[in-house]
């Protein structure tokens, strides 16, 4: 397929559209949001290892409730559930606005609170737009759509990203959380107009609920840890995204005392992520060249380890940007490849309870390496750190190339039964 035929398919179809409208007016919050949340955070305790502890706070939702979260997106209409989650973590989030204008005294607590709530939000969202994704396209365009996907909540990511240091040295961060707490009721609007037809959930003949939960939350666990494939790709798409947060977490550290370069160059720095993001997603999108992409899913964390350790030899606002844009591009591609794998080995019925076991996998590694952080954060530097991960990544390498040795397709079209 043609990039003309892929662009048309996306814009005559009403469900994408609306979809991806919703997806890019949310992104432009979210990108505005960590920024504005972490420098807010920074400023009221002047403490880096407050922001590992952000981290901490933001992955327990996936650690505790996320695998029955996954049970039950598997049992609802996905489209409702983001509408709900979006329209949840809208509410959370305007908390912090709301006590700062009413002279509440605003602290740290308060700000890991509304991290929680929004975290748990985000953490039932996530599994059911894969799911809603999932549903709405074919196993031959399943790669284009979740590159396009992609490419839409980084340019919504970079947009909000490269506005935030302005914005927060004009209007504060309070209006910039508050800009993001309507982005999130806007894009819930834009998805409510996703497919007018309901997916109904399956007919359950248990009487007990919880025996209901568990059952089916044990069924997920047995259909991940009996596909092989499926357990190799989890393992390594949690190793991707605990870099990933950690790096997010060493970030606004290394941009203020590493770097100084203040609010706007730390703003600066992020939006390149998205921008290296943007390209990769779209470079994929234009592709239609299996072996480039078998090359991703085998040597894709390669690329992405030298770019961390390239990142971390920065000395300088210009030097980090190139760094951390080439980081944002290599993760695009290898988180695409990887996931949409991950999309077409799992059954329908089984993608949330799949993804959110994933998603617990990731917080538990991310718990670790968060809570490292913030023990090491104050004794070693953030450059160091950056060090380190790159190592992780090439661990991550070579477990894939491990994983992935025999050939293979990259996209499989066949369907694991129920």
Not at 61 to 88: E, T
Not at 371 to 381: E, G, P, Q, R
Request: some cysteine; proline content about 2%; overall charge positive.
């Amino acid at each position: 397929m043609s990039i003309k035929d892929k662009v048309t398919l996306i814009y005559s179809n009403s469900s994408y559209f609306n979809f991806f409208i919703g997806s890019l007016t949310s992104s432009i919050g979210n990108g505005m949001y960590f920024i504005a949340l972490t420098w807010l955070l920074l400023s009221i305790t002047n403490e880096p290892s407050s922001v590992g502890l952000l981290m901490i706070v933001m992955a327990l939702p996936n650690i505790f409730i996320n695998p029955f979260i996954g049970v039950f997106i598997d049992w609802v209409d996905r489209k409702i559930v983001c509408i709900v989650a979006d329209i949840f973590c809208a509410c959370a989030i305007l908390v912090i606005p709301i006590i700062y204008y009413t002279d509440f005294s605003l602290n740290s607590t308060i700000i890991y609170i509304v991290a929680f709530l929004s975290s748990l939000g985000e953490k039932v969202y996530i599994p059911s737009r894969d799911g809603l994704i999932r549903e709405l396209t074919s196993d031959k365009e399943l790669v284009s759509i979740n590159s396009f996907a992609i490419g839409i909540v980084q340019t919504g990511m970079l947009l909000g990203a490269g506005l935030s240091g302005f914005l927060i040295s004009t209007i504060g961060s309070i209006n910039v959380i508050l800009i993001n707490s309507l982005s999130y009721l806007i894009g819930a609007l834009f998805t409510f107009f996703v497919r007018k037809n309901t997916i109904k959930p399956i007919k359950r003949n248990y009487t007990n609920n919880i025996q209901s939960v568990l059952h089916d939350f044990k069924q997920g666990v047995f259909f991940l840890v009996n596909n092989k494939n499926v357990l190799k790709i989890s393992l390594i798409i949690a190793i991707l995204y605990t870099t990933l947060y950690a790096t997010n977490a060493l970030l606004p550290s290394f941009a203020k005392f590493d770097l100084n370069v203040g609010e706007k160059g730390y703003g600066i720095i992020d939006a390149t992520w998205a921008l290296g993001s943007i390209f990769g997603a779209f470079f994929l999108f234009s592709l239609s060249i299996k072996h480039f992409k078998t090359l991703i899913l085998k040597y894709g964390l390669l690329i992405l380890s030298c770019s961390i350790g390239v990142f971390s030899l920065s000395q300088n606002l210009f030097q980090a940007s190139i760094g951390y844009m080439l980081m944002g591009a290599c993760f695009a591609m290898t988180r695409i490849v990887f996931d949409t794998n991950l999309q077409l080995n799992v059954h329908t019925d089984f993608q949330g309870r799949v993804k959110s076991v994933v998603l617990m996998l990731i917080s538990l590694t991310g718990l670790v390496v968060h809570s490292l952080i913030t023990i090491f954060i104050d004794i070693i530097s953030p450059r160091s750190l950056y060090y380190f991960l790159s190592f992780i990544m090439l661990l991550g390498c070579i477990c894939s190339l491990y994983a992935f040795s025999e050939k293979r397709s990259l996209l499989k079209n066949s369907r694991h039964s129920l």
